[in-house]
Nanobody, 121 residues
Framework: VQLQAYGGGSVQPGGSLRLSCTTSVFKLDHYAIGWFRQAPGKEREGVSCISGSDNTTYYPTEVAGRFTISRDNAKNTVHLQMNSLKPEDPAVYYC???????????????WGHGTQVTVSS
């Protein structure tokens, strides 16, 4: 079972994109959903997570204040609103599920193909 991530594209520095993550197979609100990114030549890193228990959100320092994760349970979708995009943000962005946001990356599952984000002037 794979989650579908979409909404990527190309924007100028300072621009915004909203990514979405969804599936028709299971209810996302039963799980923690994390967003991750991987740039060429770099390791995959987490950029946000929303817990399944109480919707607590988590962000690393690099994106805090710029990225916002949220749920739309009616559409079984988790969004990642990305504002003030920087030249260091380009990557393939993935979403995945886990029992909790404290899970290690290896414990996240249902990885999909990801969506490409490009930031260039």
């Amino acid at each position: 079972v794979q989650l579908q991530a979409y909404g990527g594209g190309s924007v100028q520095p300072g621009g915004s994109l909203r990514l979405s993550c969804t599936t028709s197979v299971f209810k996302l609100d039963h799980y923690a959903i994390g967003w991750f990114r991987q740039a060429p030549g770099k390791e995959r890193e987490g950029v946000s997570c929303i817990s399944g228990s109480d919707n607590t959100t988590y962000y690393p320092t690099e994106v805090a204040g710029r990225f916002t994760i949220s749920r739309d349970n009616a559409k079984n979708t988790v969004h990642l609103q990305m504002n003030s995009l920087k030249p260091e943000d380009p990557a393939v962005y993935y979403c995945a599920s886990a029992s909790g946001c404290e899970a290690s990356m290896a414990e996240f599952g249902s990885w999909g193909h990801g969506t490409q984000v490009t930031v260039s002037s």
